[in-house]
């Protein structure tokens, strides 16, 4: 679900950058990450907490690693893919793949 | 002297703008919008050293105001037009500052801010966070690109501080409003208490003294 983890450009965090177009429904999202996640706020964006690591999840399928440990973020970005991914919070678009910044290997 | 409030953020620019008028003899009160939760801890920290170093480099005590904003960011990203967030953000940053300014007998707004170098910096938005002032805003920095800016932080030493390690913020919608039209901006607003959020504001806000940074 997601191919690259960037560093932020101060180093706080790191950017998990979904592989294929889609975009999150975060009403679904919060409601299927509750059980398993502290929700902080759902204002925009929606930030929790998860095993000490705070994550924005954004509407566009960002997701933002307030970690400065790779390992960690990478962990995390996957552990919340799994939770996320074959749900009705998730909506693939039809031109997944094709476009900007999207295609990044 | 005269005295400003300063909208100090953990960034490059607002220490530079607040240390050049510093140097034209202006008087300094520190406003730092605290954004977290959609930022880190480490921007608080970084603001604070920053307002130690700029004391520490002019011999100018200055008396910081940390002020909650993160609850401000709900209840307008919850409520508002996203596109128009960070217009909401910055003109509610100027009420607090205003209110701050009358508590502080301060006779104007200092910020960092640079044309065209966010979204929130063109001249369409300028217009548009201007128009919730009273006070002047002095914008030292206005007609300085990014690489003057970082010189001059460069030799007064705030740049080492400013580029540590600390979280931009993440609620920042995904397609920002560069050109907003103001009655959209206050038709906006008007779906909000805004009185009683800049209440909310003051109340949870703490004054650091000189001494104490």
Known sequence: ?105 | MAKLVSLVSGGIDSPVATYLMIRRGVEIVAVHMDNRPFTDDKNLDKALQLVRHLQDLTGTPIRTYIVPHGPNHIVFARNCNRHLHCLFCRRMMYRVAERIAEREGAVGILTGESMGQVASQTVQNINVVNQVAKLPIIRPLIALDKQEIIEIARKIGTYEISTLPGLCCTIVPEQPSTAAKLPDVIAEEEKIDIESLVEKSLEGMYVLAPEAL
Request: proline share 3%.
């Open chain 1, 1 to 105: 679900m997601y191919s690259l983890l960037k560093p932020c450009k101060t180093s706080a965090a790191f950017e998990a950058i979904p592989r294929e177009r889609f975009s999150l429904d975060l009403d679904r999202c919060e409601e299927i990450l509750r059980p398993v996640c502290t929700i902080v706020a759902h204002a925009g964006v929606l930030l929790i907490v998860n095993d000490r690591c705070e994550v924005s999840i954004h509407r566009d399928g960002r997701l933002i690693l307030k970690t400065g440990l790779q390992e960690l973020a990478t962990e995390q970005a996957g552990r919340i893919a799994g939770w996320l991914e074959g749900t009705d919070a998730l909506r693939m678009h039809r031109d997944a793949g094709m476009s900007g910044r999207h295609q990044r290997k």
